[in-house]
């Protein structure tokens, strides 16, 4: 078993000894010394710095930058604790506890080594390493600076200040000149450490990729708010004259931010949220800025011309809360613009897309070329979750695999707990969270669409392929029959004819049972033609030599006067009965009903489909209704992926046509 560090333990139970006895002589001072918001805050700043700089040194225990932040909060313990003992025994209870002016040495005297810890973190962030050798001569003298510095700042004769300016510096003072020559020195060579600290992040980041980059953006995202911090306190002492709750505020959080964004740098923990952050602190710096312009706009405004009453702060209230979604919308849109180009193109790509979408120029299956485009990744693919069949499909419906490999990533569409598709992408676009999240979400509903129009058609097409298979049975049992009826009743009865007229020829001549017999075979023959009838009835014989020829058959044994011009081209036996059926029912229907004189009955291939045209020049006024043959012929053709229209104007004849999708 790995055995743990001692360092960082001993450094995180000193810190919380020093806490815990600080606060405790601080409730024993009765109020005098610092107020609550400062003591909590000083708490706050000290328990995340150590409890940062914790976690680094014992998950990380090759990485300095864990014990300097546990170095800098106890620093800040010891400073906190140290005036709280000056404030107690001085002030508080004079002579309860001795050392009360070394306490306070200690308290106004090491501010140097504040700034010293978080120097030495930027020369080693973020691997806990100089950038390079070339950098350690440079380090050092850093270091003996601040050094030099702490220990200077502690025999300078300057007075204490506040409620202590009566008490005497316990530690012997050095001449002014000489204080004065070693702080300047120290100072400026502390100060070049400090700019040589933020230079070496700049060339770190500049040159640095993937991880290391966002490591170094988290770290500036965190500095940056340092000068934030430092424009809050001006304008705050500009409106008010003297720093406030607004000054502690910014400062507090800064002082948290940093340690925090050390930590989350370094164990890389939610990394890539770092364009997010960055995004959001923008949009509501803006956002923040914007309304407060415009509350004090108009509360001045509102004030000169009512005398300061209550109607304008009123006013000025609900002037802010009616700017602060379009304000939002508008800041999100510059910061997008300005500061993050990937989000907005990526985002105005999708909102173009939406909007053809509800003009209906743009399908919703085209989400993924759309999604593809504005996120940069060619191979992007959506892949559509159908929960019934439990698969993914592809815009078009094919069942597909969503595809895992090295250098992609898989990023899941829910609207709500639902899974609506998956999204395979280059796993680069992970790295930047707020880009494929915010782009993804645009597109949700489109998404939604497209998926419910692909589960439609996919039921339709199972509907489509059920019908097909049930025409199928049907023509298969067609067949069937006719076989049965060829096969087996019409040639038993054949036999039987032929043996009635073998006996019929053994009788001697005269004889009565002669005739009967030819009686006999003549009701025989005709039960012959009733079932070759049927039999053509379930599947027309004439078919066995192609649909032309079954066509001009069946012209022919019709009392109308038809043209046929029909292709010699064979078909599907599917479609050619289909065909043959609906010209056998609109003929009939000619015959029956519509007077007619004529018929022209035309078959052929176009645009990859059987289409079959019977017309004629009858009195027209026909229609589909329930029960009817074509109703029925209707049903057997859209089985077939095919369509049966009806031309038939009153007083102008019928054109019944038909087009079946045939293979090429």
């Given at each position: 078993?790995?055995e743990?560090p ?6 995180a ?7 815990a ?5 601080t409730?024993l001072?009765d ?5 609550a918001?400062?003591?909590?805050a000083?708490?706050?700043?000290t328990l995340?710095s ?7 040194a014992?998950r ?10 546990q170095a ?5 313990a ?10 107690y ?13 070394w ?7 090491t501010w140097p080594?504040?700034?010293?810890w978080?120097?030495a973190v930027?020369?080693v962030?973020?691997?806990g390493r100089l950038?390079?050798?070339?950098w350690?001569?440079?380090a050092?003298?850093?270091?003996v600076a601040?050094a030099?510095l702490?220990l ?8 204490f200040?506040?409620?202590f300016a ?5 530690v ?10 070693l ?8 100060l070049?450490?400090?700019?040589g600290?933020a230079v ?5 980041l ?7 980059r966002?490591?170094l953006?988290?770290?500036a995202?965190a500095?940056a708010?340092i ?9 705050e002492?500009?409106?008010t ?11 507090l959080?800064t ?9 989350v ?11 997010r ?9 803006l956002l923040?800025a ?12 509102l004030?000169?011309g ?6 304008s702060?009123?006013?000025a209230t609900l002037?802010?809360a009616?700017?602060f979604g379009?304000?939002?919308?508008r800041a ?7 500061f993050?180009?990937?989000r907005?193109?990526?985002?105005r790509?999708v909102e173009e ?8 120029r743009?399908?919703?299956?085209s989400?993924?070329d759309v999604l593809?485009?504005?996120?940069a990744?060619?191979t992007?693919t959506?892949?559509f979750w ?5 698969h ?10 969503v ?7 898989v990023t899941?569409?829910?609207r709500?707990e639902?899974l ?13 969270p ?7 979400g645009?597109?949700?509903l489109?998404?939604e669409i497209?998926?419910?129009?692909v589960?439609?058609?996919r ?6 392929d059920?019908r097909?298979r ?11 029959l006719?076989?049965?009826l ?6 038993r009865?054949?036999s039987?004819?032929?043996?009635l007229?073998?006996v019929q ?12 017999l ?8 005709q039960?012959?033609?009733?079932l070759?009838e ?10 066995d ?7 001009r058959?069946l012209?022919?044994?019709?009392a109308?006067?038809i ?6 081209e ?7 009965t289909a065909?043959?059926?609906v010209?056998?029912?609109?003929l009939?229907?000619?015959?029956k ?13 176009r ?10 020049d ?5 229609r589909?209704t329930d029960?009817?043959g074509?109703?029925g012929l ?7 992926g095919g369509?049966?229209a009806?031309?038939?104007p009153p007083?102008?004849?019928t054109?019944?046509?038909?087009e ?5």
């Open positions: 078993m790995r743990r001692i360092l960082p333990w001993a450094l139970g000193l810190t919380v000894v020093v806490l006895f600080g606060l405790v002589l409730a001072s109020g005098r010394g610092d107020g918001v400062q003591i909590v000083w708490m706050l700043v995340t150590s409890g940062v700089g914790f976690v680094l014992t990380r225990p090759g990485n300095l930058i864990g014990l300097l932040l800098n909060a106890l620093t800040l010891i400073v906190g604790a140290a005036d709280a003992y000056a404030t025994t001085i002030l508080a209870d004079p002579g309860a506890l001795p050392g009360g002016e306490a306070l040495v200690v308290t106004d005297r080594l504040l700034f010293a978080i120097t930027a020369f962030f973020p691997d950038p390079s050798p070339r350690r001569p440079f050092i003298t850093v270091g601040f030099v702490a200077t700042v502690l025999f300078e004769s300057a007075p200040t506040g409620a009566s008490i005497e510096n316990p012997p003072t050095l001449h002014d000149a000489l204080t004065d020559v702080v300047t020195l120290s100072g400026l060579v502390a070049a450490g400090v700019i600290a070496t992040v700049r060339r770190r500049k040159r640095s990729t993937g991880v290391e966002l490591q953006r988290w770290l995202f500095a708010l000068p934030t911090s430092v424009v809050v306190c001006l304008a002492i500009a409106i004259g003297d720093d406030g709750p607004a000054t502690m505020a910014a400062f959080i002082a948290l931010a940093i340690p925090l964004a050390i930590g740098a370094v164990m890389r923990y939610r990394l890539y949220e770092i364009d952050l960055v995004n959001r602190t923008l949009v509501y710096a923040t914007t309304l407060a312009a415009t509350y004090a706009a108009v509360a001045l405004v004030g000169t009512l005398g300061g009453s209550s109607v702060t009123a006013a002037a802010v009616l700017l379009p304000a939002r919308q999100q849109l510059v910061v997008d613009r300005r993050d180009r990937a907005y193109e990526a985002l790509k897309f939406l909007a053809d979408l509800r003009a209906g743009a399908a919703p299956e989400v993924g593809a485009d504005a996120l990744d060619p992007l959506v892949a159908l929960p019934d069949p439990g993914h499909v592809d815009a078009v419906g094919r069942v597909i695999t595809p895992r490999a090295p250098g992609r990533a899941p569409i829910r709500g639902a609506l598709a998956d999204v395979a992408h280059d796993e680069i676009l992970t790295e930047h707020d880009v494929l999240d915010s782009t993804l645009a597109a949700g489109a998404i497209a998926r419910l129009r589960e439609v058609r039921r339709l097409a199972e509907v489509e059920s097909a049930i025409v199928l049975a049907s023509y298969e049992e067609r067949r069937r006719e076989r049965d060829h096969d087996g009743a019409q040639q009865l054949v039987i004819g032929l043996a007229r073998h020829a053994r009788l001697p001549g005269g004889a009565a049972e002669r005739d009967e030819d009686d006999v075979v003549s009701e025989v023959t039960a012959i033609g009733e070759r049927l039999a053509r009835g379930v599947r027309p014989a004439g078919l030599d192609g649909l032309a020829t079954a066509l058959g012209a022919a044994r019709s109308l006067r043209r046929v011009s029909a292709s010699d064979r078909f599907d036996e599917r479609v050619e065909a043959y059926f010209a056998s029912e609109a009939a229907n000619a015959a009903h519509s007077k007619a004189s004529g018929v022209k009955l035309s078959a052929g291939r645009n990859g489909s059987l289409v079959l045209s019977v017309s004629d009858g009195v027209g006024g026909a589909v029960g009817s074509l109703a209707t049903d057997r053709v859209a089985a077939l369509r049966l009806i031309d038939s007083g102008a004849g054109t019944v046509t038909v079946l999708p045939c293979a090429s």
